[in-house]
C-alpha cells in the first residue's frame, strides 16, 4: 500500500515537471502533490472555494460566525500530513501524548481573526460555524498567510514557506467586544469565587472607569497611610482564573504549583510609592497598571486582593504562563523588610 501511494505522488510530481514552459506558479508542484494525498486518503473530498479540505464537520446550535465577530475563542489541535502533533490546547489529547503541563492553560485560546491576524485558510475554515461546533480541514501551505487576495488563484502565486497542515477546531465562543466579553467573564468568577457583593471599582479614581478592576482588603490596619516616596515590601502571589499561580516571591507557594526557580531570590521585593499610582515602582521598574493601582489603594502591614482585566494587564500579549488577554488576579501584603 505504501507503494502505491508514493507512486501516485511520484507520478503527481513528475506531471508538474512535465508542465509546458512559460506558466510558472508558485505552490503547482505542492497544489498537485496536495491533490494526491487527498485522493489516496481521503478520496472524493472537494476544496471549498479558497482551497481547504473540510474532512469532518459536526455543526454547532450557538451564534454563527461572521465577520463582524474579531475574535473567536476556540479549542485547536494542528497536525501535519503524517499525524504529528504540531500542538494542541485540548487537555485529554496532551495526557495521552504526555506532554502534559500542570502549569499550561488550556482554556480556549484567543484568536484575532481578519487580514494580518490570522491565516487565510483558518478565515476560511470558520465560515458557516456555530458556536459548539467542530471542524477538521486540511490547509494547504499557500493559504498559511496572513495577506488577503482577491481569488484562490492569487493566493497559489505566492510563495509562503511552509507545508499543509491538519486544523481540528471546536469554536467556544466569540465576541465583537473584547474588553466587555472580558470584563463581564471576570465579574461573574469574582462574584462565584471571591465575593458575591465584591463591584467592580474605579482603577485610577480619576476618569471614571469603573469595569474590568476589583480589590477587597482582607487584613487592614486602622491607620498608617504610606507617604509617597517612601519604600515598602510586598509578598505577591499572581494566578490565572482557572487558579494556576504563574508567579510569586513565596518559595512554598512556587513549589506547590510547580514553577519553582532555584536561581530566584524568595523574598519579599521592594515597592516605592508616589502621589499618583502610575509612578508606583516594582524593585525600580515600571509595573503593569492593575498591579500598581492596587498597591496605590494600600496602608502599611495591609494584606488585600485584587482582579483585572487584560487592559490593566498585558494585553493582547502572551507571555510565559500567561495567554492573550488573560485576566489576573493577585494576593498583596505588604510587610517589614525581611
Known amino acids: 500500500m505504501k507503494r502505491y501511494i508514493s507512486a501516485i505522488l511520484?507520478?503527481?510530481?513528475?506531471?508538474?515537471?512535465c508542465a509546458h514552459e512559460g506558466k510558472t506558479v508558485a505552490n503547482e508542484s505542492q497544489k498537485l502533490y496536495l491533490e494526491?494525498?487527498?485522493?489516496?486518503?481521503h478520496p472524493g473530498i472537494n476544496p471549498t472555494g479558497l482551497g481547504i479540505y473540510i474532512l469532518e464537520d459536526t455543526?454547532?446550535?450557538?451564534i454563527e460566525w461572521t465577520?463582524?465577530?474579531?475574535?473567536v475563542f476556540v479549542e485547536c489541535t494542528v497536525k501535519q500530513l503524517d499525524g504529528t502533533v504540531i500542538q494542541t490546547n485540548n487537555v485529554k489529547l496532551s495526557r495521552q501524548l504526555g506532554t502534559y503541563d500542570k502549569t499550561a492553560s488550556y482554556e480556549p485560546v484567543v484568536w484575532t481573526i481578519g487580514e494580518n491576524y490570522c491565516y487565510a485558510g483558518v478565515e476560511e475554515m470558520l465560515k458557516g460555524m456555530k458556536v459548539g461546533g467542530s471542524r477538521t480541514a486540511v490547509i494547504p501551505n499557500w493559504l498559511l498567510t496572513a495577506s488577503r487576495y482577491d481569488s484562490a488563484d492569487d493566493y497559489l502565486e505566492k510563495t509562503v514557506d511552509s507545508s499543509p497542515v491538519i486544523y481540528s477546531i471546536t469554536l467556544k465562543g466569540l465576541t465583537r467586544d473584547m474588553k466587555k466579553y472580558c470584563t463581564g467573564e471576570l465579574d461573574t468568577y469574582v462574584r462565584a469565587n471571591i465575593d458575591p457583593a465584591l463591584d467592580s471599582t474605579y482603577y485610577n479614581n480619576v476618569d471614571g472607569s469603573s469595569l474590568g478592576f476589583y480589590f477587597k482588603s482582607l487584613k487592614q490596619p486602622s491607620d498608617s497611610i504610606i507617604p509617597s516616596g517612601s519604600t515598602g515590601y510586598l509578598w505577591y502571589v499572581a494566578r490565572r482564573l482557572?487558579?494556576?499561580?504563574i508567579d510569586t516571591n513565596i518559595a512554598d507557594t512556587a513549589k506547590v504549583h510547580n514553577i519553582y526557580n532555584s536561581s530566584k531570590s524568595y523574598e519579599p521585593v521592594s515597592i516605592?510609592?508616589?502621589?499618583e499610582y502610575t509612578g508606583i515602582t516594582l524593585e525600580g521598574s515600571d509595573a503593569i497598571d492593575g498591579f500598581q493601582a492596587a498597591l496605590f489603594r494600600m496602608h502599611a502591614y495591609e494584606k488585600a486582593y485584587t482582579a483585572?482585566?487584560?487592559g490593566l494587564g498585558y494585553g493582547a500579549t502572551s507571555k510565559t504562563l500567561i495567554p492573550s488577554y488573560s485576566s489576573l488576579q493577585?494576593?498583596?501584603e505588604l510587610v517589614d523588610k525581611q
Not at 511520484?10 to 515537471?17: D, E, I, T
Not at 455543526?59 to 450557538?62: L, S
Open 36 to 41: 494526491s494525498w487527498m485522493a489516496v486518503n
Open 308 to 310: 483585572f482585566y487584560y
Open 242 to 245: 482557572d487558579g494556576q499561580v
Open 330 to 332: 493577585f494576593e498583596l
Open 67 to 71: 465577520s463582524d465577530f474579531f475574535y
Open 59 to 62: 455543526p454547532g446550535t450557538g
Open 272 to 275: 516605592t510609592f508616589a502621589e
Open 10 to 17: 511520484a507520478a503527481a510530481l513528475l506531471a508538474v515537471s
